[in-house]
């Protein structure tokens, strides 16, 4: 099991050798979570992409500038808020000198769940936000249709309380009209989550947030 007394530091040092499934091999490094511990809010993406991989750091490639721009437009600052991914290595196939992304299968995401519960235990956000449905799956234990359920409060395991909304790369696949669309419902899910968050820090008392 877990342990709640390791720090993070410590965590990512020994998720740098993690082969708890194959994923490793085609990686450059583990990628593992970042932002301030505790915090209020944790956001949950997929797996860390070429960019991400090759940094060694969540988010900062193209879906991360779509990510940082949607936190500047809903107030939420990214150094308040912990953001890492269900998986942490890349998932890809080499083709020539690209790498293409593959989706991680339901034992890896559940291999992972190891490291992702430490980093739950560590940060204890108020509030997680699954971004697509890997993470959102990865977190309630069933599938979640985000299209149905983003915006709603989904139960995430005992006490742990969370909104699903889009992953910000599906809105880089969009042009125009149907872009600017799925940019603002990401702005508006993430203001969301960030109300509930206010809400539930005003009213301590109340345990969950309603
Ligand atoms: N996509 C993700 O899900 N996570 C990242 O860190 C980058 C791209």
Redesign the pocket.
């Known amino acids: 099991m877990p342990t709640a007394r390791k720090t993070l530091s410590e965590i990512v040092a020994e998720a740098r050798s993690c082969e708890r499934c194959p994923l490793f091999r085609n990686a450059t490094q583990t990628?593992f979570g970042q932002g301030p511990v505790p915090a209020f809010i944790m956001l949950v993406?997929?797996?860390?992409?070429d960019?991400?991989d090759k940094a060694g750091?969540?988010?900062?490639?193209p879906?991360?500038r779509i990510l940082d721009s949607a936190m500047l437009q809903a107030g939420m600052p990214r150094d308040h808020v912990y953001?890492t991914?269900?998986v942490k290595h890349f998932k890809n196939v080499p083709r020539g000198k690209r790498r293409i992304h593959q989706r991680p299968n339901r034992y890896e995401i559940e291999r992972c769940r190891w490291w992702l519960d430490q980093e739950l235990k560590l940060v204890n956000p108020r509030i997680v936000v699954a971004?697509?449905v890997?993470?959102a799956s990865a977190l309630a234990g069933r599938t979640v249709a985000i299209s149905r359920e983003r915006g709603r409060i989904l139960s995430f395991g005992d006490h742990l309380q969370g909104v699903a909304t889009i992953?910000?790369?599906y809105v880089l696949r969009l042009r125009d009209e149907a872009r600017h669309r799925a940019f603002q419902g990401f702005i508006a899910d993430l203001k969301r989550a960030g109300e509930l968050v206010s809400d539930a820090v005003a009213a301590p008392a109340r345990g969950t947030i309603r």
């Open positions: 990628v993406g997929e797996q860390p992409g960019s991400e750091l969540p988010f900062v490639g879906a991360g953001v991914n269900a971004m697509g890997t993470a992953h910000p790369s």
